[in-house]
């Protein structure tokens, strides 16, 4: 019997196959999700995302219903082993540079029950759960993806144009292109305490760092009723010597001092193992390698899910505009060359960040009492700290940056409210743009609309202009991801640059919001 045969198969169905088949149906590429569990894993796991992948999560259509289900964090805390403050981080609640909170904190099982409602909404894609794939093979001009119905136990195959390896840390698509994960010399042991209760615990609402290298820890309000608490763990302790309340009191007594213990559900208590590692290659060919299985990154500054959906929004335009001839297939491989740097510098900043805060015996733990109320005194940390921007993406095809002075080429553009009340990136909404301080000719303008763009005049006064300004580009080519691909002086200049890659056939928000339950708001 013939297998059949589909643009794209996903091999996994957390939040970056989500991601990615969700931005490829807005683009009309059908695919195929295929995923071992059922439904939602329902294991509380990641609980924060950064205002970068906020605006990812606007465009995937479930913005309101992030906002229904989330919490703006406030900033961070540094406290010592007696929980006095030793520095602290301030974060608007309102957002910032990318339009929306710089620290949003949320349960993930809720966010994949989100992303899955909305993907039903796109009748291109399918997703498969319950199955478990067995094997991948490179054939002529397709790869063929084996798997089993893991309820009846029977056994299927797929072809695919491309496939993107979403399935975790023990990835089998990773291990089927050979690729390997490289050890950045980073292992910690730690506790993750997930708790539900209605009383007022009376603490600040941002991210508390205990800086204590005898037990560092870790403590946030990710909900109305939820908390979190990750406490490293000690040579010879394990999950199971704090399996109920009365075990984890010693750890958590100090956060509950004032709490009926009646009026607390423990809903989870679990071991993780922090590690950094890194993929030595994320393509071979028609196969690709996003999120943990392309890189794992200890969680200090809350980057880990993010990653993945970074590495989806990065790819899907450019695997869109391929399959529909629109890119050459070469565009393909400034996937790696972007993302894999750009992975690599989060991954060092958590290991420093990890380690600043947990180590050093009673030295370290001296010196940080010294130094960190004095942070906020270095020229640019604080600033550093709470601006929400990520270094930018490296040189490649899609990324004209200059080799000696780097300017905003491979960053993203401020999501700045416009003077009609919309975001840049509902105007970019996937598509490439042209953003000048000057306002084009007819020409230009038209040039830019039969290639499928669209230009935005960036008017004096306003925090886009001076970002201009302060990057030394009059005019600046911005991809459907909204990342800078080259700067200008002109519009003409930067049109012989722009790809005809016309506007999504299926724009993010579309569709009817969803609301935090995954259903549609009838009043839009």
């Given at each position: 019997?013939?297998?059949?045969?589909?643009?794209?198969?996903?091999?996994?169905?957390?939040?970056?196959?989500?991601?990615?088949?969700?931005?490829?149906?807005?683009?009309?590429?059908?695919?195929?999700?295929?995923?071992?569990?059922?439904?939602?894993?329902?294991?509380?796991?990641?609980?924060?995302?950064?205002?970068?992948?906020?605006?990812?999560?606007?465009?995937?259509?479930?913005?309101?219903?992030?906002?229904?289900?989330?919490?703006?964090a406030l900033g961070l805390r540094l406290v010592d082993s007696r929980h006095r403050v030793l520095a602290q981080?301030?974060?608007?609640?309102?957002?910032?540079?990318?339009?929306?909170?710089?620290?949003?904190?949320?349960?993930?099982?809720?966010?994949?029950?989100?992303?899955?409602?909305?993907?039903?909404?796109?009748?291109?894609?399918?997703?498969?759960?319950?199955?478990?794939?067995?094997?991948?093979?490179?054939?002529?001009?397709?790869?063929?993806?084996?798997?089993?119905?893991?309820?009846?136990?029977?056994?299927?195959?797929?072809?695919?144009?491309?496939?993107?390896?979403?399935?975790?840390?023990?990835?089998?698509?990773?291990?089927?292109?050979?690729?390997?994960?490289?050890?950045?010399r980073f292992e910690q042991r730690w506790l993750v305490v997930d708790l539900a209760t209605t009383a007022d615990?009376?603490?600040?609402?941002?991210?508390?760092?205990?800086?204590?290298?005898?037990?560092?820890?870790?403590?946030?309000?990710?909900?109305?009723?939820?908390?979190?608490?990750?406490?490293?763990?000690?040579?010879?302790?394990?999950?199971?010597?704090?399996?109920?309340?009365?075990?984890?009191?010693?750890?958590?007594?100090?956060?509950?001092?004032?709490?009926?213990?009646?009026?607390?559900?423990?809903?989870?208590?679990?071991?993780?193992?922090?590690?950094?590692?890194?993929?030595?290659?994320?393509?071979?060919?028609?196969?690709?390698?996003?999120?943990?299985?392309?890189?794992?990154?200890?969680?200090?500054?809350?980057?880990?899910?993010?990653?993945?959906?970074?590495?989806?929004?990065?790819?899907?335009?450019?695997?869109?505009?391929?399959?529909?001839?629109?890119?050459?297939?070469?565009?393909?491989?400034?996937?790696?060359?972007?993302?894999?740097?750009?992975?690599?510098?989060?991954?060092?900043?958590?290991?420093?960040?990890?380690?600043?805060?947990?180590?050093?015996?009673?030295?370290?733990?001296?010196?940080?009492?010294?130094?960190?109320?004095?942070?906020?005194?270095?020229?640019?940390?604080?600033?550093?700290?709470?601006?929400?921007?990520?270094?930018?993406?490296?040189?490649?095809?899609?990324?004209?940056?200059?080799?000696?002075?780097?300017?905003?080429?491979?960053?993203?553009?401020?999501?700045?409210?416009?003077?009609?009340?919309?975001?840049?990136?509902?105007?970019?909404?996937?598509?490439?743009?042209?953003?000048?301080?000057?306002?084009?000719?007819?020409?230009?303008?038209?040039?830019?609309?039969?290639?499928?763009?669209?230009?935005?005049?960036?008017?004096?006064?306003?925090?886009?202009?001076?970002?201009?300004?302060?990057?030394?580009?009059?005019?600046?080519?911005?991809?459907?991801?909204?990342?800078?691909?080259?700067?200008?002086?002109?519009?003409?200049?930067?049109?012989?640059?722009?790809?005809?890659?016309?506007?999504?056939?299926?724009?993010?928000?579309?569709?009817?919001?969803?609301?935090?339950?995954?259903?549609?708001?009838?009043?839009?």
């Amino acid at each position: 019997m013939t297998s059949p045969t589909v643009r794209v198969v996903i091999v996994g169905a957390g939040p970056s196959g989500l991601t990615a088949a969700t931005l490829l149906a807005q683009y009309g590429i059908p695919s195929m999700v295929l995923e071992r569990w059922e439904g939602v894993y329902p294991q509380p796991r990641a609980v924060h995302l950064d205002g970068e992948i906020r605006r990812i999560v606007e465009r995937l259509g479930i913005g309101a219903g992030f906002d229904a289900i989330s919490r703006p964090a406030l900033g961070l805390r540094l406290v010592d082993s007696r929980h006095r403050v030793l520095a602290q981080f301030d974060r608007d609640p309102a957002g910032g540079r990318n339009g929306f909170p710089e620290a949003n904190l949320f349960d993930q099982p809720e966010l994949e029950a989100l992303l899955r409602a909305d993907l039903a909404l796109h009748p291109a894609v399918s997703l498969r759960g319950g199955v478990e794939v067995t094997g991948i093979a490179v054939e002529k001009d397709c790869v063929r993806v084996d798997f089993d119905d893991r309820a009846t136990g029977g056994s299927e195959s797929v072809r695919a144009r491309y496939v993107l390896g979403c399935d975790g840390a023990n990835s089998l698509v990773r291990t089927t292109i050979g690729a390997r994960m490289r050890d950045l010399r980073f292992e910690q042991r730690w506790l993750v305490v997930d708790l539900a209760t209605t009383a007022d615990l009376g603490h600040w609402g941002g991210v508390h760092q205990v800086c204590d290298p005898r037990r560092a820890a870790t403590y946030m309000r990710i909900g109305t009723t939820r908390h979190r608490w990750e406490f490293r763990l000690r040579p010879g302790e394990s999950a199971d010597d704090f399996r109920d309340l009365a075990r984890l009191w010693p750890l958590l007594g100090p956060w509950l001092a004032d709490v009926d213990r009646e009026g607390l559900e423990l809903v989870r208590v679990a071991e993780y193992t922090f590690r950094a590692q890194l993929a030595d290659r994320w393509r071979a060919g028609r196969v690709f390698l996003l999120g943990d299985a392309a890189h794992l990154t200890p969680p200090f500054i809350g980057q880990g899910m993010g990653a993945g959906m970074r590495d989806a929004a990065n790819l899907s335009w450019k695997l869109a505009g391929v399959l529909r001839g629109e890119l050459p297939e070469s565009m393909l491989d400034t996937y790696q060359t972007e993302r894999k740097p750009h992975a690599h510098m989060m991954i060092r900043l958590a290991k420093l960040t990890g380690l600043t805060m947990t180590e050093g015996g009673e030295l370290g733990d001296r010196l940080r009492g010294l130094l960190a109320p004095r942070l906020h005194r270095l020229p640019g940390l604080t600033r550093t700290i709470i601006s929400g921007e990520s270094p930018p993406l490296h040189r490649s095809a899609l990324v004209a940056a200059p080799r000696l002075r780097r300017g905003l080429a491979g960053r993203l553009v401020p999501n700045e409210q416009m003077a009609d009340g919309r975001r840049v990136d509902d105007i970019i909404a996937g598509r490439y743009a042209v953003i000048t301080t000057a306002g084009p000719s007819p020409t230009e303008a038209a040039t830019v609309e039969q290639r499928g763009g669209v230009v935005l005049r960036a008017v004096p006064g306003t925090a886009l202009h001076r970002w201009l300004r302060g990057g030394r580009a009059a005019a600046v080519l911005v991809r459907p991801d909204g990342t800078v691909q080259a700067c200008g002086r002109t519009v003409s200049e930067l049109c012989s640059s722009l790809p005809g890659f016309t506007p999504s056939a299926h724009p993010g928000g579309s569709h009817p919001p969803l609301d935090g339950n995954g259903r549609t708001d009838a009043r839009s």
